[in-house]
C-alpha cells in the first residue's frame, strides 16, 4: 500500500476557550463502569426535573443541572463509540467537522458531541416560534424587557425535493453549538490521492492531504424594529409576536447570504468556467467535487438560473429538465439564494456547517428611549459563524458566457 504524507498548517491563534465541563470525560475502556456513572447522573436529573416542575430548584442546582447534561451527552457518545469499537480506541474528532458525513439522507451523528447539533428546518422554527408565543404568554415580555429563544434543532435537514422547505439553504447546513465565542476546528485544502498497486521493491506514491488549524470567531447578528405604540403591543399579544418571528427570520435570513458569501470565496475551493451551458456547467462541477472523493448533494442557484433551466424546452415544446417526480438538478438538490447573476455554488453539504452560541437568539424590548411618546422597539440578535471543513468540497460554477 502506498503511504500518505499529512502537511499541517497552524494558524497563530490563541487555543480554543469554549467552557469545559466539570466532569471531563476520561477515555474508559471499561464500559460498565461509564454505564453506571450515567444512570446516576440520570437519577439525579430527574429528582432536579421535579423541582423544575414544583418551581423550588435553586440556581445552583439549575447550573449542576446543566452540567450533568453535559456529561450525559459524552458519556453517551462514549458508551456508543465503545460498542461500536471494542478494541477500546479513544474517542476523537474525524476531519474537524460535526460528524454528518452521509449528505441529506437521514444522517446520524458520528463525531465527537463538543456541543448539541442538528439542522434548522422549517419545524424547528415552528418551535421556536411556538416557544416565544408561550413566553409571552406567561410572562408579559414588553413589561419584563427581554427573552431568550434557544435555536431548535432537528437530528435529520429538510429534504428538499419534498414540499415544505423554504428556508434555503439552512435547510441543509448543520449547526452546531459553541461553548464560546471563539473556538477552533481543522479544514483540509488539498486532497490528492496518489494511492496505487506498488511491485516489490518500487518507490511507494505520495498522498497529499493538506489541513489547517482555522480559528472560528462568533459575529452578533442583529437588527431593530420600528417604534410602536406601548398599548397596542399589549392589547394584541398576536401582533408582538408576529413582530418578534418577522425579526428572528429576518436574523436567520442573513446568516444565510453570510453563508453563500463565504463558500463562494473560501480560499482553496475549485472553480469551473461556463461550458456550452448551465446544465452542463453543473454537471462538471460536481464531477469535480466526486473526483476528489467528495459527495456533493447541494447547488446553489439565483432564482433566474434555476427558473431558465426549469423552464428550457426542446424543439418539440417538452421540457428538457423538469420531471414531476423529482426537482433535483443533475442529482443535486437545488437551493434557490440571492447571490452573483449566472454564478452557481456546487458543494458537500457535510464539509460546511453553521455555529452557534449556546445563549440563542435573543428579544430585547427598548421602553426607554421614546417612554414619553409611550412608544418601544424591539431588538433581535443572535452570534453565528460559518464554518467550512473541506474547501476543495466546494465548487464555483460559471453558468453563463461572456
Known sequence: MGSAKVSVGQATTAPDTARQSPYPLENHMDISVL??????????????????KANTITDGESAELESMADRAVALKAQITHLEKNPSGSPLGDTAGDYGWDEGLNGQKPTGTPAGEKGFITPASVKRMAAAQVAQIEAKGLVANGSNVIPVEFDKTPQVLATPGANLGILDVLA???????????????????????????????????????VEGELDVVAHMSEYVGT???????????????????GI????????????????????????????DSIYLAASKAAALGYNPDVVLLPRATFDAIMLAKDADGNYLYRKSEDSRINGLHPVIIE??????????????????DKQGVETKWDSISRFEYNELRALVEGRFAIDVFAAPAIVVVETAGE
Open 339 to 356: 447571490g452573483a447573476a449566472d454564478q452557481a455554488i456546487v458543494l458537500d453539504s457535510s464539509k460546511v456547517g453553521i455555529s452557534v
Open 231 to 249: 398599548y397596542l403591543l399589549k392589547d394584541n399579544d398576536a401582533l408582538e409576536s408576529f413582530l418578534v418571528s418577522e425579526l428572528r427570520a
Open 175 to 213: 449547526v452546531k453549538t459553541r461553548g464560546s465565542s471563539k473556538y477552533t476546528y481543522v479544514r483540509q485544502s488539498v486532497r490528492t490521492n496518489n494511492a496505487a498497486v506498488v511491485p516489490a521493491g518500487s518507490l511507494k506514491p505520495t498522498s497529499v492531504f493538506t489541513v489547517e488549524e
Open 252 to 279: 436567520l435570513a442573513k446568516v444565510a447570504e453570510l453563508a453563500v458569501a463565504e463558500f463562494a470565496s473560501v480560499t482553496g475551493s475549485q472553480t469551473q468556467a461556463f461550458v456550452d451551458n448551465a446544465m
Open 35 to 52: 454505564k453506571a456513572e450515567l444512570s446516576a447522573i440520570q437519577l439525579k436529573a430527574s429528582a432536579l426535573g421535579d423541582k423544575i
